[in-house]
């Protein structure tokens, strides 16, 4: 069975940081591309930030709201997935989500829409106070 499971959401104030982890099996997880997304009540599922699956040096993505604030990453010998949050946000406040879309891709194409994905996790709560 295929599951995503992400993990590591909490209520921090604002500036503070959080680390996400998507923990992966039941698929070969060098060959997909591991996506983290977001959601709030009343709004559309956005790309937060993706990676490759290339080994090695892979290509990320990340949206304009959370560059140079959100640090993506992959630990392929423990099928798990990072998202680094800094400087965090009320803004920031959703559900978030890991899922994983199969390749292969053009190189320096990372995907970044939900309707590329073909797997999903569950989702953890990010809350940030003002």
């Known amino acids: 069975e295929v599951q995503l499971q992400a993990s590591g959401g909490g209520l921090v104030q604002a500036g503070g940081s959080l680390r996400l982890s998507c923990a992966a099996s039941?698929?070969?997880?060098?060959?997909?591309?591991i996506g983290w997304f977001r959601q709030d009540p009343g709004k559309e599922r956005e790309g937060v930030s993706c990676i490759s699956s290339s080994d090695g040096d892979g290509s990320t993505y990340y949206a304009d709201s959370v560059k140079g604030r959100f640090t993506i990453s992959r630990d392929n010998a423990k099928n798990t997935v990072y998202l680094q949050m800094n400087s965090l946000k009320p803004e920031d406040t959703a559900v978030y989500y890991c899922?994983?879309?199969?390749?292969?891709?053009?190189?320096?194409?990372?995907?970044?829409?939900?309707?590329?994905?073909?797997?999903w996790g569950q989702g953890t709560q990010v809350t940030v106070s003002s």
């Open positions: 899922a994983a879309a199969e390749g292969p891709y053009v190189l320096g194409y990372v995907p970044s829409k939900q309707y590329e994905y073909d797997y």
């Open positions: 039941g698929f070969t997880f060098d060959d997909y591309v």
